[in-house]
């Protein structure tokens, strides 16, 4: 048998959480092109990422701006067709390192961020928006209130002409987080949004049968992170 050097394999990992993708999206009866996989890569090395993207996997997540600069300007330059979303909180000021690098930034969630994104509209390339809801009304966690996101899309789109693609949530740690994907259902469908980023390694299956467009998965691809 020859070595075919281009038909690269399937990681494992990777082949395992799409089959599993595609049970519930068809249990759902959901289209299997409704919801993306994000991998996402924070703190993993380029040598983890490589595989993913030789078996033609594109969509990406990364926390951390800086961390984003050191390792994906790189790859694309190997890789076409790379799309890398930010899904970490974002620093007014690298806001313009993040617009130049990210292809969708997940974690618009407070005003000042909002005027400065705004301001930097008309840039070729200016990413898709989310705006991260805090579902659980957690102090420590980033993200607009529930009660407060028809007011906070109305100022991001009316006043400061920004386009929106959807919702983007992170529920507590220590509660189901069923009823919170519901509730960003509801949220996105109250200002008329469709797309939905929720579901992580634990909770993905739950994610997607309530309606997830993009669920984000670091440890079921990459291992643990250390
Ligand atoms: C790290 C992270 C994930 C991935 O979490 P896993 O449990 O490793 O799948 C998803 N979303 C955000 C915002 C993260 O920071």
Redesign the pocket.
Known sequence: MSADLSEAKIPPRLADIRARMETVLLENGRALDAAQL?A?S?TKPIEAITPLLDAGHRQF?E?RVQEAQDKWPDLRAHYDAIELHL??PLQTNKVKEAVALFDVI??LDREKLARKLAGLKDESGFPRLFIQVNTGDEPQKSGVSPAGLAAFYDLCTQELGLRIAGL?C?PPQDEPAAAHFVLLGKLAAQVGLAELSMG???D?ETALALGATHI???????GA?D
Request: a positive charge; hydrophobic letters at 50%.
């Open positions: 994000l996402i924070k997540g926390n899904v970490g997940q974690t983007m992170l992580m390694s634990g993905f984000r998965v670091g440890t079921a691809l990459f992170r």
